[in-house]
C-alpha cells in the first residue's frame, strides 16, 4: 500500500536553514507529481510546494518563494524540502501529498498524505 | 489568488443527524474540488473529490454536490467517527483550502 514518511523536522532558530525528506514506498514514485502542505499548530491547511512527476516543474506559494526548494530524487523514491532563511510563521507540522494521476502536469487532489513532520522555528 | 471560505466553522450535532458543511469559492472553480476528514493528530484524509465523487473506500453516507462557486458536504447520518475536523479544498488553479469546520459532539 501507499507509504509516505517524512523526517528531518526539529526545533531551528530564525534565520536557519532545515530540510524535510518525504520516503515514499508501495508504488512507482516516479510517476507522481509530489506536495508539500503545511499546518500551523491549531491552525489549517496551507499548501506549499509542488513538484513534477518527472522534476521538471515546480511551483510554490508566494510566502516561501526564494525561499524553500523542493526537489525529488526519484532512484531514491524521496521527496525534499530545503527551507531557508526561516521564520516564526513556518513553525508547522509538513505533510508531504500525492497526486493521484500518472504522470500529469495538471492540477489534482491529494489521494494519500504522510504523518507529518514538525518544525519549530524559535530562539 | 482564490479564496476558500467554509462554514460553519464549528458544529455541534448527536449521533444520526443529517449534517451539512458548506464550501465557498471566491471565483468559479467549475467541479475541482476535494473534501477532507482530519482527526487530531492525524494527516487528512480524502473523503470526496471532482465536487461528488466519492474517494473509494469512504462511507456512502458521505456525498458531495455543487459547481462553480458554492458546494456541500453532507453527512446523511453522523456516526461516532465522524467528529473531526472537515476542510475544502480548490485545485482548479494551485491548491486553496477552506479554514475548517469543526464537527462535535452536541
Known amino acids: 500500500q501507499v507509504q509516505l514518511v517524512e523526517s528531518g523536522g526539529g526545533v531551528v532558530q530564525p534565520g536557519r536553514s532545515l530540510r524535510l525528506s518525504c520516503r515514499a514506498s508501495?508504488?512507482?514514485?516516479?510517476?507522481?507529481?509530489m506536495h508539500w502542505v503545511r499546518q500551523a499548530p491549531g491552525k489549517g491547511l496551507e499548501w506549499v510546494a509542488v513538484?513534477?512527476?518527472?522534476?521538471?516543474?515546480?511551483y510554490y506559494r508566494d510566502s516561501v518563494k526564494g525561499r524553500f526548494t523542493i526537489s525529488r530524487d526519484n532512484s531514491k523514491n524521496t521527496l525534499y524540502l530545503q527551507m531557508n532563511s526561516l521564520r516564526a510563521e513556518d513553525t508547522a507540522v509538513y505533510y508531504c501529498?500525492?497526486?493521484?494521476?500518472?504522470?500529469?502536469?495538471?492540477?489534482?487532489?491529494?489521494?494519500?498524505w504522510g504523518q507529518g513532520t514538525l518544525v519549530s522555528v524559535s530562539s | 489568488d482564490i479564496q476558500m471560505t467554509q462554514s460553519p466553522s464549528t458544529l455541534s450535532a448527536s449521533v444520526g443527524d443529517r449534517v451539512t458543511i458548506t464550501c465557498r469559492a471566491s471565483?468559479?472553480?467549475?467541479?475541482?474540488l476535494a473534501w477532507y476528514q482530519q482527526k487530531p493528530g492525524k494527516a487528512p484524509k480524502v473523503l470526496i473529490y471532482?465536487?461528488?465523487n466519492l474517494e473509494h473506500g469512504v462511507p456512502s453516507r458521505f456525498s458531495g454536490s455543487g459547481s462553480g462557486t458554492d458546494f456541500t458536504l453532507t453527512i446523511s447520518s453522523l456516526q461516532p467517527d465522524d467528529f473531526a475536523t472537515y476542510y475544502c479544498?480548490?485545485?482548479?488553479?494551485?491548491?486553496?483550502f477552506g479554514q475548517g469546520t469543526k464537527v462535535e459532539i452536541k
Open positions: 501529498a500525492r497526486d493521484p494521476n500518472v504522470a500529469s502536469y495538471g492540477y489534482d487532489y491529494f489521494d494519500s
Open positions: 508501495g508504488f512507482s514514485f516516479s510517476n507522481y507529481s
Open positions: 513538484v513534477s512527476y518527472d522534476g521538471s516543474n515546480k
Open positions: 471565483q468559479s472553480i467549475s467541479s475541482w
Open positions: 471532482k465536487a461528488s
Open positions: 479544498q480548490q485545485y482548479h488553479t494551485y491548491w486553496t
